[in-house]
């Protein structure tokens, strides 16, 4: 199938949805379908046209990015994922052991700490390696910065739960301007089905308004907004020995 009758059938697809995963507009030029969303956006709506593109057999040319300080989801059929460059075995291990030790740290930290299950702990660290190695639609560098917190029940960002126990919440900032490849994001943060993403800070609790880099700033100076990404990990039970 041609891109151009590919991307109209995604398109259709996608409109067919819209209501439902929160689409405000769309619009089709070339190979590329562009849907501006909320400017703060939950992972429903992320993983359900995530899940559509899925169907249509081109979940790998979507993408997340901004415009105009809104988030937009786009898909450019004409997309071929370049063969990525085998990343050194010591990064790999540098991104692993980075995860570990902030998840450590939250572990070691008090707090209730101690209410939080292995498995959950096990979790974060799987997800945060996962998102560290996440890069752009070239194979560039987007992650900015990112964090790892305990949120006390009742405290921003954190999820309701019967039995009141505190909630492993994990933050990323990525870099205005470059798109990051939809799949890849939404794989890193399968096991995370309640989170967001936002160009809106003014919605964030001061907790999570992660730094930027000099070159993030220029960007957010020039009119462009950098995207955040906020999930809270899921409650798993205690393995039974």
């Not at 067919?16 to 400017?39: C, G, R």
């Not at 081109?58 to 059929?77: E, H």
């Not at 305990?150 to 470059?178: D, I, K, M």
């Amino acid at each position: 199938m041609a891109a151009s009758e590919k991307i109209a059938d995604v398109h259709r697809a996608i409109q067919q949805s819209a209501a439902t995963i929160h689409i405000q507009s769309s619009v089709v030029k070339n190979n590329t379908a562009t849907h501006t969303m909320p400017d703060t956006t939950a992972f429903s709506s992320l993983f359900g046209f995530q899940k559509i593109l899925h169907q249509l057999n081109c979940a790998s040319q979507s993408f997340l990015g901004s415009l105009d300080g809104k988030i937009v989801l786009s898909v450019n059929t004409s997309y071929k994922p370049t063969v990525k460059p085998k990343q050194k075995k010591r990064h790999l291990e540098t991104t692993e052991e980075d995860a570990d030790r902030a998840v450590a740290k939250v572990e070691k930290s008090g707090k209730n700490a101690d209410k939080i299950s292995a498995g959950t702990f096990r979790a974060t660290r799987g997800v945060l390696a996962e998102m560290l190695k996440i890069r752009g639609a070239n194979n560039e560098p987007i992650l900015e910065s990112w964090a790892v917190s305990l949120r006390e029940q009742g405290s921003w960002g954190s999820t309701q739960n019967p039995n009141g126990l505190p909630s492993v919440v994990v933050g990323f900032r990525f870099v205005a301007g470059v798109p990051i490849p939809l799949g890849t994001l939404c794989s890193a943060l399968r096991v995370c089905r309640d989170g967001l993403v936002t160009t809106s800070m003014d919605r964030v609790n001061d907790d999570f308004n992660l730094p930027l880099s000099q070159q993030g700033n220029s960007a957010e100076e020039s009119g462009q907004k950098s995207i955040l990404v906020l999930a809270s990990l899921p409650h798993i039970e205690q393995e039974s020995n």
